[in-house]
């Protein structure tokens, strides 16, 4: 207790506060708790409306930087993503899974959402999503940007050639 103002910044407010103490205030570690709480009580946590926890499930959407991204821990982005949208449902008691079909429909990308075809509850999806491997998450987004390479050779109009046309005379 004798070191405890040592380790306060000079003139901090923490320093003042305890120039300020009554001796008995300081005098037993009990004495400094209940004095520090009053100075500084612990902020309490305010619950989040059901509507605000619902908008954040809809709004999150897993992009392809995100699912292919690693966390510092390891993770994969999916996989993180996955939990995070699990976390999410069951804070919104979404027990009959009324939002699981947007979440899949249209929060995952074209890609992904075949991978979760067979899903049909929360832990089917976050079963699924968290045992993927990276390479098959990789291999879906390059068979999309295929698709979509394809789709839009396919609306460019017949390129001519010389003399020639690659399409109909």
Not at 41 to 46: A, C, G, I, K, S
Not at 67 to 85: C, D, I
Not at 86 to 115: C, E, G, K, Y
Not at 118 to 136: G, Q, R
């Amino acid at each position: 207790l004798h070191y405890f103002p040592l380790r306060l910044e000079v003139n901090s407010r923490a320093d003042e506060w305890w120039a300020n103490l009554e001796p008995q205030e300081k005098d037993t570690w009990d004495h400094l708790k209940t004095a520090f709480t009053i100075e500084w009580p612990v902020p309490r946590m305010t619950a989040i409306p059901v509507q605000v926890k619902r908008d954040r499930l809809r709004n999150d959407h897993l992009t392809e930087d995100l699912a292919l991204s690693v966390a510092e821990s390891g993770e994969y982005g999916f996989v993180t993503w996955g939990k995070r949208v699990r976390r999410l449902a069951r804070d919104v008691s979404d027990t009959t899974n009324l939002l699981l079909p947007d979440v899949i429909q249209q929060q995952i990308p074209p890609a992904f959402s075949d991978l979760l075809a067979t899903v049909n509850n929360w832990d089917d999806f976050e079963t699924t999503i968290t045992s993927l491997a990276y390479s098959t998450i990789a291999n879906a987004f390059e068979r999309e940007h295929e698709r979509t390479l394809t789709r839009q050779l396919l609306q460019l109009p017949p390129r001519q050639y010389g003399m020639y046309s690659a399409g109909p005379p």
